[in-house]
């Protein structure tokens, strides 16, 4: 758990955000797609990965129009744009290596879902990486640092340690 802390990148991001419902489409398409061995589409979340990447360059371009960027952020509507083309015509295995891991969970509060991510350290992984991490400070996703509260197994596998210690 302490590794992953660190490996990971975690945001708190609101249930009703555009982000949350790509994800879930994405998780969604891809189960039904899935559904006959030998699909060949590769990891899911790759698919969860594309559908937060869309949401995001989308809302980064409407907060563009709507004149709420600074100067330093304008360009980051048009890195969007350029980043989803290049995430859109990657292959499977190019994405595999750009993005490792990506998880959208819920949290025990309602209106709150956690994003997991993971990247690549290729250049395009970090790019993706950049890109996300400054369009979910301007979004005011809440970023998370450290271990994970433990889970209610986790927990009670500790207490059952401890009396069989005792």
């Known amino acids: 758990r302490d590794v992953c802390s660190v490996l990971f990148l975690t945001f708190l991001v609101p249930t ?10 994405q998780n969604l398409s891809y189960s039904r797609a899935t559904e006959k061995k030998g699909h060949g589409l590769g990891p899911p979340h790759i698919w969860t990965f594309g559908g937060v990447l869309t949401a995001t360059a989308e809302a980064i371009e409407e907060l ?21 083309k290049e995430y859109g015509d990657a292959t499977k295995e190019q ?17 709150t879902h956690r994003m997991t991510l993971a990247f690549g350290t290729s250049e395009p ?4 990486k950049e890109f996300i991490c400054k369009s979910f400070g301007l979004l005011q996703y809440e970023q998370r640092f450290g271990r994970a509260p433990p889970s209610h197994q986790e927990r009670a596998l500790q207490q059952f340690l401890e009396d069989m210690a005792e």
């Open 95 to 111: 994405k595999q290596d750009m993005v490792l891991f990506c998880r959208v969970t819920k949290t025990y509060k309602e209106e």
């Open 125 to 128: 992984g970090v790019k993706l």
């Open 16 to 25: 009703t955000e555009e982000v949350i419902e790509q994800a879930k489409e």
């Open 64 to 84: 563009g129009r709507q004149d709420k960027l600074d100067q330093t952020d304008k360009p980051l509507a048009a890195w969007g744009k350029r980043l989803l």
